[in-house]
T-cell receptor, first 115, second 116 residues
Framework: DGGITQSPKYLFRKEGQNVTLSCEQNLNHDAMYWYRQDPGQGLRLIYY???????QKGDIAEGYSVSREKKESFPLTVTSAQKNPTAFYLC??????????????FGPGTRLTVL | AQSVSQHNHHVILSEAASLELGCNYS??????LFWYVQYPGQHLQLLLK??????LVKGIKGFEAEFIKSKFSFNLRKPSVQWSDTAEYFCAVNSRFSSNTGKLIFGQGTTLQVKP
């Protein structure tokens, strides 16, 4: 089955600790994205990457970091600098073939709770 | 800055009622428009999308949306909802200028609860 996997599904961390969320896709998509979902605020873009070894900040990048060493993988690190890290995190990917109008496909999400 | 506004935050309907969820965006240029749905415990998935052509687009599960350029709107409709339509619905936009990055701006979401 082709798709996007995110692990773990639930994650608990103590305040002040960095934590890394995994995102893997086997869709052979070029672009990958990280969003944060909070109740009543929709999805907000944290980081995105259109190609291996390159990534760009989204609207709320402060306190987060990413890497894109492989096409299939786009891990997100939530650092201790993120003031309000408790949220639902969604990873997405998108092909850039056949034009720029393709939709994003989403993973199941990771719910991070910082205690 | 671009923004997307969904006016209805929480909608409660009985089965067989008609549905219309509002979505307005603020961007003066050419846009691509999407509606995504998040069923309880499931992935966010695409309902329908508009890029060009007929402004009335049909999606999965009997949903449709109409793009009205003069009103900067892309409202989602379904003539008769079912209990299984209970979910959260998100409108999203990207501009043709930024479409090569695929960046999406999402609305706040609308929670639809359908009573059996």
């Amino acid at each position: 089955d082709g798709g996007i996997t995110q692990s773990p599904k639930y994650l608990f961390r103590k305040e002040g600790q960095n934590v890394t969320l995994s995102c893997e896709q086997n869709l052979n998509h070029d672009a990958m994205y990280w969003y944060r979902q909070d109740p009543g605020q929709g999805l907000r873009l944290i980081y995105y990457s259109q190609i291996v070894n390159d990534f760009q900040k989204g609207d709320i990048a402060e306190g987060y970091s990413v890497s894109r060493e492989k096409k299939e993988s786009f891990p997100l690190t939530v650092t201790s600098a993120q003031k309000n890290p408790t949220a639902f995190y969604l990873c997405a990917s998108r092909t850039e073939r056949a034009g720029p109008y393709n939709e994003q496909f989403f993973g199941p999400g990771t719910r991070l709770t910082v205690l | 800055a671009q923004s997307v506004s969904q006016h209805n935050h929480h909608v409660i309907l009985s089965e067989a009622a008609s549905l219309e969820l509002g979505c307005n965006y603020s961007y003066g240029g050419t846009v691509n428009l999407f509606w995504y749905v998040q069923y309880p415990g499931q992935h966010l998935q695409l309902l329908l999308k508009y890029f060009s052509g007929d402004p009335l687009v049909k999606g999965i599960k009997g949903f449709e949306a109409e793009f009205i350029k003069s009103k900067f709107s892309f409202n989602l409709r379904k003539p008769s909802v079912q209990w299984s339509d209970t979910a959260e619905y998100f409108c999203a936009v990207n501009s043709r200028f930024s479409s090569n990055t695929g960046k999406l701006i999402f609305g706040q979401g609308t929670t639809l609860q359908v009573k059996p």
